[in-house]
């Protein structure tokens, strides 16, 4: 072969091998692990129905119920009158979510965690069992339930946005390989509303088009969905096609920090909700402190839920990160909705000043 | 409430106080400016609940008293738009400002004066007096160094103390910091710190004229008020610890560099147009008599330049970012700067070679 024909078509670059492992009903299986008298009854971690508490997870006993993650306490009680509800124990869950990470290093380095249980593995250059991303797959999944007593389900694919809906497949104590010959026709099926990115509002107007399925999506060519969807619209067209070039942030970077509290009480005006600012800002003032690696704050934010569970959140760049500044935005957000409030978030948005072009040492 | 005014007389100090006033308000009456009439004086106030600032015109005609307030910005652009040797008539009636000037007219809306908020001051703890000039002059050599949107909160601002008979500015982001200090006549022996909100400093140095007129300090527990002949401004104060600057500054650098301001900047200048566009770093490379300026960036593009020194110690290559020496060298105003340095990862000491009121530190990049 001549030496330009090889520079002008460098070959295709191997196709990727991504896993994606997540836990089953996580912070529900760990506290039935911790107390098997909890097994087989339905249960959910999170805060306390009299105490307008939120489910944080449940597991498949409750969920049989109608009982889901981010549900009010209260309204999964109803759902399920034999709810036992128990609050959560963070650092129960952390240490496990540790160990199930030092069990992903086995296979590689390249990993990114998306929150304590779930994550992406690259193992395309991984020469763990063969090569092969189905054994390391299934090998994870032993090893997770023999070191830690709680089921992952796990799923393989050429990339992300595919290895993540592999893993959802087969809940729970599943595996889902889609191959990369099989990826075609495994999208053609796919419902729109499981495409990453795509909520309730895309989802509707995508069937206001008449398209329910990504085959029906194929026909359209990039330049009508970006009319359509704006710059969502060419990762519309690629995901469709079973496309997503996204490489794994191995080193993620916080995007925000922030401190809420749901009240036992609405808060019923303006003044109750800039009374309440303090004791939250104090917390935040406390996590920003732990932060480690160099953080600036992009703005400022603050997030209002109304008694009607309506909300709003309003950021603004520029606003000084100062009580005073978040009083200013809790009176704008509160004007929004004018109502009693059940909820008030503040936080952070940050940005990192650390890079590979330069990194800025710090006076103090 | 009515009173008649030029044009120029009113344009200043308008545009000052609406300075203070923000675009975006929550409270509709921040928006706008409090004119009062009383006597011969007609007063307007602009605030934004953190810094107000109050100005005086004596008016040469009679007037009718009263107090209104109007919108700022408003206001003030009609009075840009308007030939400069025009009078103003401004009226109220049922709730509107009439404002009149030659063949034009305007009507605006108006919110009652007992709307509008008083900054809350308290008792003062400390008064002096110093020269309008070289306050200005201290707070242009530092104010460049305040952070602007930092989780530290405190350095959204610059620290004034009062030491021995002298007042000193210092301000920092945390990556570098400026220092400049002023012989004042204070009769206070005792160090005493206060930090002024980032916004009252730049609207202070707005404020101060060029001549060597006197301005009076008050300082309180929350507040700093400077009174100038025909203005009083008000800030509060940010209530925080502000880290320990004499830890910061280097002792003990070895490399003494000496060169011309001028030149150095210019070549900072050039060099700075292929330096990365976001983390702005550059490499200093120094040897016998040279300091090599030098700067890429992600597309590969690069920028050298050579400059003869006074400096012969040790080689040394240490990475800056430019926009904070270039910032450093835009406020000095010798001929020759001279730079302290000890090593690639500790900070760098800038200062005039023949002064040492004002003093920069500035930390460098690992590149």
């Not at chain 1, 069990?103 to 304590?116: A, D, N, W």
């Not at chain 2, 203070?20 to 706008?32: A, C, F, G, I, M």
């Not at chain 2, 009652?112 to 200005?136: H, I, Y």
Request: with cysteine.
């Amino acid at each position: 072969m001549l030496l330009w024909s090889l520079l002008d078509f460098p070959s295709q670059p191997a196709v990727r091998k991504i896993i994606h492992v997540d836990c089953d009903c996580f912070y529900a299986a760990i506290e039935m692990r911790d107390d098997p008298r909890l097994r087989g009854r339905p249960l959910a971690v999170g805060g306390d129905a009299d105490k307008r508490g939120v489910v944080a997870t449940c597991n498949y006993e409750a969920r049989a119920f109608g009982v889901r993650s981010a549900m009010a306490s209260a309204y999964a009680r109803k759902l399920c009158p034999d709810l036992l509800i128990v609050p959560p124990r963070m650092a129960a869950y952390r240490e496990a979510s540790q160990a199930i990470q030092a069990i992903f290093t086995q296979f590689t380095q390249l990993i990114q965690p998306l929150s304590l249980d779930e994550a992406y593995l690259d193992v395309t250059a991984s020469e763990s069992c063969h090569g092969s991303a189905t054994l390391m797959a299934r090998e994870i999944r032993r090893l997770v339930q023999a070191d830690q007593g709680i089921t992952v389900s796990a799923g393989v694919a050429p990339n992300k946005f595919l290895a993540k809906i592999a893993s959802d497949w087969n809940k729970p104590d599943g595996l889902k390989v889609i191959l990369p010959e099989e990826v075609e026709e495994f999208v053609r099926r796919l419902p729109v509303e499981r495409l990453h990115g795509v909520g309730r509002v895309t989802a509707a107007r995508l069937k206001s088009l008449g398209v329910d399925v990504c085959a029906e999506l194929l026909p359209w060519r990039k330049q009508d969905l970006a009319r359509e969807f704006g710059s969502f619209g060419e990762r519309l067209w690629q995901l469709a096609r079973g496309i997503d070039d996204r490489p794994l942030v191995v080193e993620s970077k916080r995007q925000s920090v922030s401190v809420e509290n749901t009240y036992d009480q609405d808060l019923p005006d303006l003044q109750a909700c800039l009374n309440a600012l303090a004791p939250l800002l104090e917390k935040l003032a406390q996590r920003l402190g732990r932060l480690e690696g160099e953080y600036r704050v992009s703005k400022p934010f603050i997030k209002l839920k109304f008694h009607d569970f309506t909300q709003t959140t309003l950021e603004q760049a520029g606003a000084p990160v100062t009580p005073e500044g978040y009083r200013e935005l809790c009176i704008q957000a509160f004007a929004r909705g004018g109502r009693p409030v059940r909820l008030i978030g503040v936080g952070v948005r940050l940005d990192h000043a650390h890079s590979l072009l330069g990194e800025q040492l710090n006076l103090f | 409430m009515q009173f008649t005014i030029q044009r120029e007389a009113l344009l200043k100090p308008l545009q000052l106080v609406a300075g203070v006033v923000e675009r975006r308000q929550t409270l509709p009456v921040l928006s706008n400016v409090l004119l009062v009439v009383d006597g011969n004086t007609l007063s307007l106030t602009g605030t934004d609940l953190e810094v107000e600032l109050v100005g005086r015109i004596q008016l040469d005609e009679p007037a009718e008293a009263g107090e209104i307030t109007v919108p700022a910005r408003k206001l003030m652009d009609i009075c840009k738009s308007l030939p400069d040797d025009v009078a103003i008539t401004l009226k109220v009636e049922d709730n509107k400002a009439v404002i009149k000037a030659g063949r034009s007219r305007f009507t605006l809306a108006t919110l009652p004066a007992s709307d509008f908020p008083n900054v809350e001051e308290g008792p003062g703890s400390m008064t002096f007096q110093v020269n309008q000039n070289k306050l200005r002059r201290l707070i242009e050599r530092t104010s460049f160094a305040m952070a602007q949107q930092d989780v530290r909160y405190y350095l959204n601002g610059m620290l004034l103390e009062i030491n021995k008979g002298q007042l000193r500015a210092v301000a920092t982001d945390g990556h570098r910091m400026a220092m400049c200090t002023l012989d004042a006549d204070i009769d206070y022996q005792e160090r005493y710190q206060l930090i002024v909100p980032r916004k009252g400093i730049l609207e202070l140095a707005r404020l101060l004229g060029e001549a060597d007129d006197m301005v009076s300090i008050v300082l309180g527990t929350h507040h700093i008020r400077a009174t100038t002949g025909d203005f009083t401004f008000t800030s509060k104060l940010v209530d925080g610890k502000f880290p320990d600057y004499e830890r910061v500054l280097p002792r003990g650098g070895d490399k003494i560099v000496l060169a011309d301001r001028q030149v150095l900047r210019n070549a900072f200048s050039r060099t700075a147009i292929l330096s990365n566009e976001k983390y702005r770093g550059i490499r200093l490379m120094l040897s016998d008599s040279l300091l090599k300026i030098q700067a890429n960036n992600p597309e590969q593009e690069e920028a050298e330049e050579d400059i003869a020194v006074d400096y012969n110690g040790s080689a040394l290559e240490i990475g800056f970012n430019v926009s904070y020496l270039l910032d450093v060298m835009n406020v000095l105003s010798n001929e020759q700067v001279k730079m302290i340095l000890s090593d690639a990862n500790s900070s760098a000491l800038v200062q005039e070679s023949e002064t040492d009121d004002s003093v920069y530190v500035v930390m460098p990049m690992r590149l």
